[in-house]
T-cell receptor, first 113, second 113 residues
Framework: NAGVMQNPRHLVRRRGQEARLRCSPMKGHSHVYWYRQLPEEGLKFMVY????????ESGMPKERFSAEFPKEGPSILRIQQVVRGDSAAYFC???????????FGQGTRLTVV | DQQVKQNSPSLSVQEGRISILNCDYT??????FLWYKKYPAEGPTFLIS?????DKNEDGRFTVFLNKSAKHLSLHIVPSQPGDSAVYFCAAQGNTGFQKLVFGTGTRLLVSP
């Protein structure tokens, strides 16, 4: 049973480009969470999704960031017109239900140059 | 506003000794606490948790203590091993509906042989 799979592991984008981060949850998990870790900080919650629904996006920046978890395929975190401050490690986690402990992926390290 | 604080960025311990990692929180609505371990370039891995109805939870070499009145918890690792060297994150969660994990900034533990 594969764990939470994130790709790419590393992503380099120039300022103004778009970044798309993908997350495939563990088999049987329909709840996905995205967290961001800025350098020298802890992980900060961004968004919680179930299949085709955004449940809580209170941690998402209001502009340029969006997330989806379609009926088929991985969850996508999309960052438009990236800026240097978006450079961080982005972690996805999944759980079988909303109240259970989530398992984390290995993260995508985004570098904006 | 940092609701979960780990005031020691690093800790060095000799192999075989006890490691004590501390965590303080400010939000009295938190009622579930978790410790995660994180190696470089990997995602956080769940280690141990404790509910607010308990003051101690033990799992092998790892014990978590919770002092609700002081809003303080600690993770004890006995005996410490070199493989325990990692960054340890304390996280807290509320008790109604979906509650995101609120992470501390982490403590880097180094266990030397």
């Amino acid at each position: 049973n594969a764990g939470v799979m994130q790709n790419p592991r590393h992503l380099v984008r120039r300022r103004g480009q778009e970044a798309r981060l993908r997350c495939s949850p563990m088999k049987g998990h329909s709840h996905v969470y995205w967290y961001r870790q800025l350098p020298e900080e802890g992980l900060k919650f961004m968004v919680y999704l179930q299949k085709e629904n955004i449940i809580d996006e209170s941690g998402m920046p209001k502009e340029r960031f969006s997330a989806e978890f379609p009926k088929e395929g991985p969850s996508i975190l999309r960052i438009q017109q990236v800026v240097r401050g978006d450079s961080a490690a982005y972690f996805c986690a999944s759980s079988p239900t909303g109240g259970q402990r989530a398992f984390f992926g290995q993260g995508t390290r985004l570098t904006v140059v | 506003d940092q609701q979960v604080k780990q005031n020691s960025p690093s800790l060095s311990v000799q192999e075989g000794r006890i490691s004590i990692l501390n965590c303080d929180y400010t939000n009295s609505m938190f009622d579930y606490f978790l410790w995660y371990k994180k190696y470089p370039a990997e995602g956080p891995t769940f280690l141990i948790s404790i509910s607010s109805i308990k003051d101690k939870n033990e799992d092998g070499r790892f014990t978590v203590f919770l002092n609700k009145s002081a809003k303080h918890l600690s993770l004890h690792i006995v005996p410490s091993q070199p493989g325990d060297s990692a960054v340890y994150f304390c996280a807290a969660q509320g008790n109604t509906g979906f509650q995101k994990l609120v992470f501390g900034t982490g403590t880097r533990l180094l266990v030397s042989p």
